[in-house]
């Protein structure tokens, strides 16, 4: 609160400054007297409605020091501005244009007072306020104020800090202000600055635009330097918030100018600008601050610069354009003002002259200035030495079709264009004013807004919903903000192979509801000052190709970064990643990183070597055990076969078959029911094989016991029946434990990525490794007890006894199987198949080849032992042996 009563406090005591009036004693005093008058170059024509306008007709004025010990001299301006100068002579073509148009404001005469303001903020000041307060020497009060302002609106000023001063105190009382070249986007603020309104994009859209072109170009490292004021300061804050939005760049230093020839501090500037990597450099200043960099730029001779210009000096700068500077400044893109045409505006020029105002003509100051400025003599009287030096004295007659000069080309018009649209915005807005019908109006009561009651902020009302179409084409309305809809000329400095310069369009930024803010850009035209005739690069760090990503480096900003290569099983499939992205889980990264591939497959297939001698020797196996049978079928009354329980021979046989037969479902890729079914069948196949060998070995101790006297009532119990019952028992429970395996965790095909994550390894998951564990220790089991029984008979007669033939086998099945266990727990991916299909090939040829190799080899190869006789011969001597071996104990003698 203390500081809003500071703020009014030093507000009252500045406008009481400049609104000073003589206060007589009486309470109430019919007139007052101005204190004080601004000797101001000022332009004026008398209207009923006044128009004000503030225009940098000098570059520089020279103000006495305030020592508060007398009153302050009144300031100079010198070094005439041609440009400004034209700036207000647009402002009054513009109102000659406006009186003489019956279609707008008819009947209502537009008049004009016009300020130079020279570039400095405190004349700038002043004159706006000498706009506002009038400057009539004395000022009769009536009992109602009522009447016109002096001024309906200003336009101007040129410059954004100039026009944050004027406008926060224009603002209070809500008096219009249409810049045409103040660009700062702090003045979009309508809480600070409620009537300021202005022709010329924002510095945002500006700021905007330049990312644009950066990210046109590639260029994504890029020095900066700034004017020392609220247009430079505010750019650079938002262009370091946009890049830093965006991430479309990054600045390499930011340089503040000085403001005066500070050699010293320029040379420090040009020296951070040579050591730089960046190429680019983004200009955000005037040409007042670039002749002096250029100097120093020249002095150190840098070339190899591509500058970005802003609109303070794109288009207009002229006085770099020139062929000392030319070298270091061709090939320049820039953001300028849109240009418009305004017709008729070269004839009114033209119609200046000196010799048609009178000696106290307000504006005659300024165009004989400019008329001395324009043809270099001076009017008499001309100061000393002036004549005697070789100077020529104007007569004031000079035909200016015969001089050539930047005032009259009006082939570029911008700074105008933009005051031109500012003028008529202000009378477009009185015209829809003085529309208005009584008891229809916006303001209070339906009432309407009239020219001799009429309050600065209804202008205001109106300002806002103007729109209208220049001659030129360009719809002319203001947004919420007092912003003008955005559009910039992209521009290029052409250095000509003759030495000369020119500025042309290359292109456009600009700003719509549909499409957003886009750049059109004809390259093909842009002049680029490098022995390569293409566009410089400016990065601090290449782009990051297909198969990187980017990792910062420490300390510097985020456009310095190291490429680093993606890791195994993630890519990075455009430039400069931030990060790699993991494949999907079926894929996998390629060598170069950059797109994801299906992962390699991996199973035990029936194409590969090891699947094709897998397959080949389970086929070979089954042919075997069929030859086998034939032969045991076709030798099936022999001796050697019946005396070896043929029936179940040729169930082992059958089951040795499925056996070889089973190991096939391990081969190929997995599927559901190839996982369900190849461990089931190989379970209930050995164990059907171990069960007839099992019952095998049984009737043989069986049959032998049964031949001791007294002992042949045990063989009732091994009947054929009773032998097959036993077999389908015990494979029976096997057939449980698969069933309950199967229902309870059933194994299912399963993606394993576990031993190379750059393969699939399909295999079969158990599902149970508990039913797996069952299943083989109940195969185990028949096995150790087929194992045992043949190892305690395995010393009977050869005649009826297989047991060693048995004990052979079964000590072969359990080492093959007892090696399995930990070879397939360590066997990775298809392996673990290959190792349980040799397992099972393995055990079967053994128990193959042990208990039918001698059979076979007999019956084919020995057939006189396959004989009753023969058979008889080596029972009887087996005895003899045997009764050798007797013991004298009669007892132990019956048990031998």
Known sequence: MSSFLQSNLLLFIVLYSYFSYTIPSSLFPSSCQLQEQFHLNRMQKSGDVILGGLFPVHFFSS?????????????????????????????????????????????VTVGYTLYDNCAELGIGFRGALSLVSGQEEQIILHNTCVGNPPVVGIVGDSSSTRSIAI??????????????????????????????????????????????????????????????????????????????????????????????????????????????????????????????????????????LQWLASEGWTATAAVLQTPQLMPYLGGTLGIAIRRGEIPGLREFL??????????????????????????QCRFAPAPPGWVEGGGTLCTGQEDLENVNTEFLDISNLRPEYNVYKAVYALAYSLDEMMRCKPGRGPFSGHSCGTLQSLEPWQLVYY???????????????FDENGDVVPIYDVMNWLWLPDGSTKVHNVGEV?????????????????????????????????????????????????????CIPCSDGKVSNMNNSLECTSCPEDFWSNPQRDHCVPKKTEFLSYLEPLGICLTATSLLGTFICAVVLGIFIYHHKTPIVRANNSGLSFQVLLSLKLCFLC?????????LWTCQLRHAAFGISFVLCVSCILVKTMVVLAVFKASKPGAGASLKWFGPVQQRGTVLFLTSVQAAICTAWLVS????????????????????????????????????????????????????????????????????????????????????????????????LASSFGLLITLFGPKCYIILLKPELNTKKAVMARLLSKLERCLKKAPADPGEKDNH
């Open 463 to 477: 300002l806002e919903r103007v729109n209208f179409t220049t001659p030129f084409g360009d719809q002319v309305s």
């Open 350 to 375: 033209l119609q200046i002259r000196p010799d048609l105002l009178d000696s106290n003509s307000y504006g005659k100051t300024m165009v004989d200035e400019f008329w001395e400025f324009t043809f």
């Open 63 to 107: 103000i006495s020091d305030l020592l508060f010990t007398s009153q302050p001299q009144q300031p100079t301006c010198h070094s005439f501005n041609v440009q400004g100068f034209r700036l207000a002579q647009t402002m009054a073509f513009a109102i000659d244009e406006i009186n003489n148009n019956s279609n707008l404001l008819p009947n």
């Open 510 to 562: 600009k700003a719509s509801v549909f499409k957003g803010e886009e750049i059109l850009l004809d390259e093909d035209k842009i002049f680029w000052n490098f022995n390569s005739k293409k566009p410089v690069q400016s990065v601090c760090s290449e782009s990051c190709p297909p198969g990187t990503h980017m990792v910062r480096k420490k300390g510097e900003p985020k456009c310095c970064f190291d």
């Open 745 to 840: 965790a059933s194994p299912s095909p399963h993606k394993n990525t576990q031993y190379q994550n750059d393969k699939i390894v399909y295999e079969c998951a158990v599902g149970s490794t508990v039913g797996f564990a069952v299943l083989l220790g109940y195969i185990g089991m028949l096995a150790f007890l087929s194992f045992l029984i043949a190892f305690l008979v395995r010393n009977l007669p050869d005649s009826f006894n297989e047991a060693k033939l048995i004990t052979f086998s079964m000590l072969i099945f359990c080492a093959v199987w007892v090696a399995f266990v930990p070879v397939y727990i360590s066997s990775p991916g298809n392996y673990a198949d290959a190792v349980e299909v040799f397992a099972i």
């Open 167 to 304: 406008s926060s105190v224009l603002g209070l009382y809500r008096v219009p202000m249409v810049s045409y070249f103040a660009t700062c986007s702090c003045l979009s603020d309508r809480q600070k600055y409620p009537s300021f309104f202005r022709t010329i994009p924002s510095d945002a859209f500006q700021v905007r635009a330049m990312i644009h072109i950066l990210k046109h170009f590639g260029w994504t490292w890029a020095g900066l330097l700034i004017t020392d004021d609220d247009y430079g300061l505010h750019a650079a804050r938002s262009l370091q918030s946009e890049l830093s939005v965006s991430g479309e760049g990054c600045l390499a230093y930011v340089e503040v100018l000085p403001t005066d020839n500070d050699t010293d501090e320029l040379r420090r500037i040009v020296n951070v600008m040579k050591k730089s990597t960046a190429h680019v450099v983004i200009a955000f200043v005037f040409e007042t601050h670039m002749i002096n960099l250029m100097e120093e730029i020249e002095r150190q001779n840098v070339t190899g």
């Open 663 to 671: 190991s096939l479902l391990f081969i190929g890729r997995p599927r």
